[in-house]
């Protein structure tokens, strides 16, 4: 028998909801980072809220969005339920994750929501909180991808615990503590520490407010597997600010804006310091994910570490090196031949110890002065054998003439 093929895999999340009566609910949700949250993740159900109950909530239009991605990742079920699911929930009620649960941004339990069903057999969804008001009821099921995802519709927005909508409208912008973040995340201590000793956490501070910032945060097992080519570390403070500067875009973008973004060439904090053209990054969709292209390197978004308008902040697979300063293995050499001085008259020299030539000290492979002593002593020994030879003759003459007389001139009378 043939091995039967696995299912495949569902849909992206706003392809669930392509009805008339749920777009204001899609348009919102793909407003947000909320479908790449849900990237790679099965086993889900969706709460989606039709239009004609969305409308009686006029601040889900109006407050920030970091609120409203929270309020939406609290529709989001971390479990797969059917009508028949439903209709078997017990009568003291089932606690059901959220994906806002998943954020941490939650005290207890109270990012999860607690499903009861009443005696007609209706379903209502509402925070575990004790007395809370926040509560909708299931109307319909709209969809379904078996095992994987079903959607359906409530009679009204959610909202988790504590939360006021119509309060984040007024509410002053609060600075976001990047270090922290990044000591948070617990996978970013390489760049938390280079960026507090780097002096520009303050220009990063400064830029939240306006257009905001977007950050990319190399993980330390990034930092771990830079080459040994790549000296960041020992580069002077100056330069590791610009590095550091370079992996900041000035403006908020959510991962669903960077995945749609229009022109790819993206000019950094950097490039303001240094003029347009200079210091930016190439970011563009690759196989499903975010790619982000230096002209050095190319890294990709792994995930989304901290979103929270004016400030987006995601881990990327690589340090993003600069070109401008990290040329690369094939510029730098390029770079170093042309700053090193050439040789004095060492064009078609011939190898050295030909026959004639004195080799320039730069291409000595001994250090200067040694040369001349190695020559010298060569000459001495030559000397030492000549004499040693013709002592050697004379010992051997005097030997064969023992018995014989000699009158030498000094030696008559």
Same mark, same amino acid.
């Given at each position: ?13 706003? /392809? ?7 777009? $204001? @609910? ?10 790449? $949250? ?6 889900? =159900? ?9 409308? %009686? ?5 109006? !407050? ?32 059901? =994750? &959220?994906?806002?649960? =998943?954020?941490? %941004? ?11 069903? +009443? ?11 004790? @007395?809370?008001?926040?509560?909708? &009821? ?5 969809? &379904? ?41 617990? $996978? ?27 950050? @990319? ?7 771990? +597997? ?33 995945? #749609? ?9 950097? =490039?303001?310091? &240094? ?17 982000? $292209?230096?002209?050095?390197? /190319?890294? #990709? ?33 390029? /770079?170093? !031949? ?42 001495? %020994? +030559? ?31």
């Amino acid at each position: 028998m043939a091995a039967s093929s696995p299912p495949p895999p569902p849909p992206p999340l706003h /392809q669930h909801l392509p009805y008339p009566d749920l777009s $204001d @609910f899609n348009r919102l949700l793909r407003s947000t980072t909320v479908p790449g $949250d849900l990237a790679g993740r099965s086993s889900l =159900t969706i709460l989606a809220v039709p239009n004609a109950y969305l409308l %009686r909530s006029s601040a889900a239009r109006t !407050a920030a969005a970091a609120d409203i991605a929270d309020v939406l990742r609290y529709h989001v079920l971390l479990e797969y339920l059917s009508w028949p699911d439903l209709r078997r929930i017990p009568t003291g009620g089932k606690l059901v =994750t &959220t994906l806002y649960q =998943t954020t941490g %941004r939650a005290a207890g339990n109270l990012g999860a929501v607690n499903l009861t069903r +009443d005696e007609g057999g209706g379903v209502t969804a509402r925070s575990p909180a004790p @007395f809370s008001a926040s509560n909708a &009821t299931i109307l319909d099921l709209v969809g &379904t991808h078996p095992y994987n995802v079903s959607v359906f519709a409530v009679n009204a927005l959610l909202l988790p615990y504590g939360f006021d909508l119509a309060a984040s409208e007024t509410r002053p912008p609060v600075g976001v503590d990047i270090t922290r973040v990044l000591f948070d995340g617990r $996978d970013f201590n390489v760049a938390a520490s280079m960026l507090e000793a780097s002096g520009v956490k303050p220009e990063f501070e400064a830029d939240e407010r306006g257009a905001g910032i977007t950050v @990319f945060v190399p993980t330390d097992e990034a930092f771990a +597997d830079l080459p040994v080519t790549e000296r960041l570390q020992s580069l002077p403070a100056d330069r590791k600010a610009v590095v550091l500067r370079f992996h900041v875009l000035h403006s908020y973008y959510p991962l669903g804006s960077l995945e #749609s973004i229009v022109n790819p060439v993206q000019p950094t904090l950097a =490039t303001e310091d &240094t003029g347009a053209g200079r210091f930016t990054l190439n970011i563009t969709r690759v196989n499903g994910s975010v790619a982000i $292209d230096t002209g050095v390197v /190319q890294a #990709s978004i792994t995930r989304t570490v901290f979103d929270q308008n004016p400030v987006a902040v995601f881990a990327v697979s690589k340090v993003l090196l600069p070109r401008e300063i990290f040329p690369g293995e094939t510029g730098g050499a390029i /770079q170093a !031949a042309a700053a090193a001085p050439p040789p004095a008259e060492s064009a078609g020299l011939p190898p050295q110890g030909a026959e004639g030539w004195d080799t320039p000290p730069g291409r000595l492979s001994s250090p200067p002065g040694l040369r001349e002593e190695v020559t010298s002593g060569a000459a001495i %020994r +030559d000397r030492v054998a000549l004499s040693c030879i013709a002592s050697l003759f004379l010992m051997q003459l005097l030997s064969d003439t023992s018995n014989k007389c000699f009158f030498l001139p000094w030696g008559m009378s």
